[in-house]
């Protein structure tokens, strides 16, 4: 199957900080790519839809602010969690693919102290 | 909007037992139906999906579900299980091509935990 990755694995920072997580494609173009949320002993949250060359989509709750999204080109989309602060430790996963089929990165652990 | 509930949160069968896992969604119209598996320390994976046509769809290593209209469900079954299959279990609904998109509304999740 397809293949997408994600870097960093893990990230600790310190509050206040911002961190940039990637999520590529690895063979294959996905115009559209999803990032989640994964609290411990939950389910994913959908947290935007991050489309190539334009703005994300946000799903309600979520602040566009605090969680820059940018997706320059079809293989590469970014998520940037500016000013982190503990609360914002969680699992980041993101998935691109097509209509009947995501693939799913193997996720960022955040932890922010 | 749509919802997933996954009523067993947490699974534990000895090899070889069958397996049932509950899913349950909430939308009245075109539904498209997943089963995602999450092995310890790997990233999710598809087990099955169904879009249309037969109602018992298989997917690999020997799951099959079966989407009851009726019901609003889409339980996830085999036969035998072997410790290999502990994992965690999402079931997820995409609603529709056209308004949803590819948007996928996940349930909690269910850890299965086989035991020798």
């Known amino acids: 199957g397809a293949v997408v990755s994600q870097h960093p694995s893990r990230v600790i920072c310190k509050s206040g900080t911002s961190v940039k997580i990637e999520c590529r494609s690895l063979?294959?173009?996905?115009?559209?790519m999803f990032w989640y949320r994964q609290f411990p002993k939950q389910s994913l949250m959908l947290m935007a839809t991050s489309n190539e060359g334009s703005k994300a989509t946000y799903e309600q709750g979520v602040e566009k602010d605090k969680f820059l999204i940018n997706h320059a080109s079809l293989t590469l989309s970014t998520l940037t969690v500016t000013s982190a602060h503990p609360e914002d430790s969680s699992f980041y996963i993101c998935?691109?693919?097509?209509?009947?089929?995501?693939?799913f990165g193997p996720g960022t652990r955040l932890l922010v102290l | 909007a749509q919802s997933v509930s996954q009523h067993n949160h947490h699974v534990i069968l000895s090899e070889a037992a069958s397996l049932e896992l509950g899913c349950n969604y909430s939308y009245g119209g075109t539904v498209n139906l997943f089963w995602y598996v999450q092995y310890p320390g790997q990233h999710l994976q598809l087990l099955l999906k169904?879009?249309?046509?037969?109602?018992l769809v298989k997917g690999i290593k020997g799951f099959e579900a079966e989407f009851i209209k009726s019901k609003f469900s889409f339980n996830l079954r085999k036969p035998s299980v072997q410790w290999s299959d502990t994992a965690e279990y999402f079931c997820a609904v995409n609603v529709g091509l056209t308004g949803g998109g590819n948007k996928l509304t996940f349930g909690t999740g269910t850890q299965l935990k086989v035991e020798l």
């Open positions: 063979d294959f173009q996905a115009t559209t």
């Open positions: 998935s691109a693919g097509g209509k009947e089929t995501q693939y």
């Open positions: 169904y879009f249309s046509g037969d109602p």
